[in-house]
Antibody, heavy 117, light 113 residues
Framework: EVQLVESGGGLAQPGGSLRLSCTAS????????MNWVRQAPGKGLEWISY????????YYADSVKGRFTISRDNDRNSLYLQMNSLRAEDTAIYYC??????????WGRGTLVTVSS | DIVMTQSPDSLAVSLGERAAINCKSS????????????LAWYQQKPGQPPKLLLN???TRQSGVPDRFSGSGSGTDFTLTISSLQAEDVAIYYC?????????FGGGTRVEIK
């Protein structure tokens, strides 16, 4: 069974940092592109970052460019999101999602990030 | 960036009746590489992550009931639920999978009348 499990969320201060992790199982993680998608409380979905299986191609949404960094460790079946210079508007559930032709065919249950003083 | 606009924001449909959700993109999602449209539909129930229902505008994912169908081409698309069931109460999102930044519509809430 395909599983994606996010971790690392929590409370951070404005200007602070957090590192999210997503651990994959049940499929060959090494061959899939992966994404981070977030959802602010009571709001819609916002894609924020994409990385190919070989790490050569990366995209970011403008809202996080220069502050967030996506990475992966294929040996550990893991995807990461380093979030720096956090703002209140970054408060959201962060989902890890597997890519199929830039659609998202499998999602984790998400991890909540709250940015507040 | 491609802007995705859904309508209506919400709709209430009687059990067994048809529900239709519209999605419009600010530019064509037609891919000449395979003559398909790069448009996906997701269902999100309360407290759950989204679930991919269809991509390529009309390709149903494994396990998705055939009462869900997608149509349209270019910039105008529709998700149709042919006979609404109680378990279909959810928010539905369209998403363009044409080019980054990957963008979603604002969502349509479907309820039982």
């Amino acid at each position: 069974e395909v599983q994606l499990v996010e971790s690392g969320g929590g409370l951070a201060q404005p200007g602070g940092s957090l590192r999210l992790s997503c651990t994959a199982s049940g499929f060959n993680f090494k061959v899939y592109s992966m994404n981070w998608v977030r959802q602010a409380p009571g709001k819609g979905l916002e894609w924020i970052s994409y990385m190919t299986s070989d790490t050569r191609t990366i995209y970011y949404a403008d809202s996080v460019k220069g502050r967030f960094t996506i990475s992966r460790d294929n040996d550990r079946n893991s995807l990461y999101l380093q979030m720096n210079s956090l703002r209140a508007e970054d408060t959201a559930i962060y989902y890890c999602a597997r890519s199929v032709e830039w659609s998202f065919d499998r999602w984790g249950r998400g991890t909540l990030v709250t940015v507040s003083s | 960036d491609i802007v995705m606009t859904q309508s209506p924001d919400s709709l209430a449909v009687s059990l067994g009746e048809r529900a239709a959700i519209n999605c419009k993109s600010s530019q064509s999602l037609f891919s000449t590489s395979n003559n398909k449209n790069r448009l996906a539909w997701y269902q999100q129930k309360p407290g759950q992550p989204p679930k991919l229902l269809l991509n390529w505008a009309s390709t149903r994912q494994s396990g998705v009931p055939d009462r869900f169908s997608g149509s349209g081409s270019g910039t105008d698309f529709t998700l149709t639920i042919s006979s609404l069931q109680a378990e279909d109460v959810a928010i539905y999102y369209c998403q363009q999978h044409y080019s980054p930044p990957l963008t979603f519509g604002g969502g349509t809430r479907v309820e039982i009348k």
